[in-house]
């Protein structure tokens, strides 16, 4: 829905309530005229079922609404003598259009001194339970999200286990466009493969301030942009509409931010001309080719666990063993490789040929050997030509939702016919540091502004899906920053340690308190 959509939509909405309850302000004292004043309304019923005024925020935030009405809705029926099992269940199946009835078939009686303390413990429990999720979904929604990392594509700076708290605030939290859905789930009910939400109506794209942008290096969970597609490369074949905010998330590393002139050569990414600086906790992988002497023992089993290669490994020929292809090693690994005796080359493998399968698929880069190109920025121009316009087709059509027809050399959007191309938002370009085992923005292109979710700022727990009982748990990442300088210090035993004064103070604080009674 546009904007001009959703404000007819609110304006319909406020017709709807003064319409069902202008007699039920009348008899709690109030004027008839406050029940059809937009947001004042609101302020006013809060005052009629004394609940307090900030309640009104909650029923204009996306998810957290789905809640709250309800729950305003019983209020107003309890607040005039409606307090029945009955009157709950019609009030809340009938989406509040039974308060329709009792505004104009019952005689109003405002009970102005009724008691809000729950009648019973089913009613206090569900109570507590309603207020924990509206708390757990503002969290959620606007400044904290739990996030596991499921693939290996950041693995060594991010391993797949690691469990993260990813910040809404840093980039600043995006307003749910997806209005009806489950609180605190994201595209399926847990344990089936339903839907967990409707995709109409959907609000336009906004964005809370946020207290820095995104920074090259940076490390960013984002909607996938491409969910929607069968296979990237082939965008005509498309799966069923899926909204922005519901596409899968992933975690990537952003090398380029908008304005930047971005290309690889041999598997470096430059900026600008410039060799991309990455930092200190940042270890890039690649893949390798490892030769042997075929003479001299190698202790592989030794290798692999001092350098944590976890990634896949084969033998080109299990019969003579003499070649080992890694999938995934950092320089510093390839290094201790050239220094063991028994090993005669250690040789980075560089893709050279022009590969389709990369971004975008005009059989003209690899994943090695890509660009130069142009990452877009919010109110820029481009030149759009039959050699650009693969670059930034979907950006035209699927993301900013123009209509683009080509006729020969002919270019025409929404209509008219077009040799440029002026940018509506921001985007980036994701890349994972296991360079030869990630699936990024080579492949399926920019990420747009409105596809950013939030920064991992903090691992809490770190799970090693290949250990056995207590080794289970990497304790050395418990407890630890996603970025900073230098390498990454758990702060849990810090963390214990907190715990510890916590409720040894307060154990003196009672018994201080007990002999003073």
């Known amino acids: 829905m546009s904007v001009y959509q959703w404000f007819i939509f609110f304006l319909l909405v406020q017709i709807v309530h003064f319409l069902g309850t202008w007699k039920l302000y009348e008899s709690a004292g109030r004027k008839r005229w406050e029940a059809a004043v937009p947001v004042y309304n609101a302020i006013v019923l809060m005052k009629i079922i004394k609940r ?14 789905l809640i709250i009405f309800p729950v305003v809705w019983v209020e107003t029926l309890r607040s005039f003598g409606k307090r029945s099992a009955l009157d709950t269940f019609l009030g809340i199946a009938t989406l509040g259009f039974y308060i329709y009835y009792v505004n104009y078939t019952q005689k109003l009686e405002y009970i102005a001194d009724r008691s809000l303390t729950p009648q019973s413990k089913t009613a206090d429990t569900i109570s507590s339970l309603l207020f924990a999720v509206i708390v757990a979904t503002i969290v959620h929604t606007y400044l904290i999200q739990p996030y596991t990392i499921p693939t290996s594509s950041l693995e060594k700076s991010l391993l797949v286990g690691d469990f993260l708290f990813v910040s809404k605030m840093n980039y600043g939290a995006r307003v749910p466009m997806t209005t009806i859905a489950l609180p605190m789930v994201h595209d399926s009910i847990p344990l089936t493969k339903l839907k967990s939400y409707l995709t109409y109506p959907q609000l336009p794209y906004m964005r809370l301030p946020g207290i820095q942008n995104i920074d090259r290096t940076d490390i960013v969970v984002f909607n996938w942009p491409v969910d929607t597609v069968y296979k990237f490369f082939d965008t005509s074949k498309r799966r069923a509409y899926k909204p922005v905010d519901k596409k899968s998330n992933y ?4 090398v380029g931010i908008p304005g930047d002139s971005l290309s690889i050569k041999d598997g470096i990414v430059y900026i600008d001309g410039k060799i991309l600086q990455l930092p200190e906790r940042a270890k890039p992988q690649f893949s390798y080719k490892i030769a042997f002497d075929g003479k ?4 592989l089993e030794y290798l692999f666990k001092d350098l944590d290669i976890t990634d896949p490994a084969f033998f080109t020929d299990d019969t003579k063993r003499d070649t080992l292809i890694l999938s995934a090693l950092t320089e510093a690994g390839a290094l201790k490789f050239e220094n063991t005796p028994g090993i005669t080359a250690v040789v980075r493998q560089i893709s050279k040929t022009a590969d389709n399968g990369v971004f975008p698929h005009i059989n003209k880069w690899n994943k090695d050997n890509y660009g130069p190109i142009y990452v877009p920025q919010q109110g820029k121009t481009v030149a759009l030509t039959m050699e650009t316009l693969p670059l930034y087709k979907a950006i035209i059509t699927d993301y900013e939702n123009n209509e683009l027809k080509v006729t020969g050399s002919e270019i025409r959007i929404n209509g008219e016919v077009v040799n440029s191309y002026t940018f509506a938002q921001n ?7 296991n360079r030869h085992n990630s699936e990024d923005s080579r492949y399926w292109g920019f990420v747009p502004e409105n596809h950013i979710v939030g920064k991992p700022v903090f691992i809490w727990l770190s799970i090693d899906p290949n250990g056995k009982g207590i080794n289970k748990i990497r304790w050395d990442r418990v407890f630890t920053t996603v970025s900073g300088e230098g390498q990454p210090q758990s702060y ?4 214990l340690l907190g715990l510890v004064i916590f409720f040894v103070g307060e154990y003196f604080w009672k018994k201080r308190k007990e002999s003073k009674v």
């Open 52 to 65: 307090p005024t900030w309640w009104t925020i909650l029923l204009f935030l996306p998810i957290i609404n």
């Open 492 to 495: 849990f035993k810090l963390f």
């Open 427 to 433: 985007y980036y370009w994701m890349m994972g540091d």
């Open 296 to 299: 001299t023992p190698v202790n």
């Open 251 to 254: 975690v990537k590393r952003c």
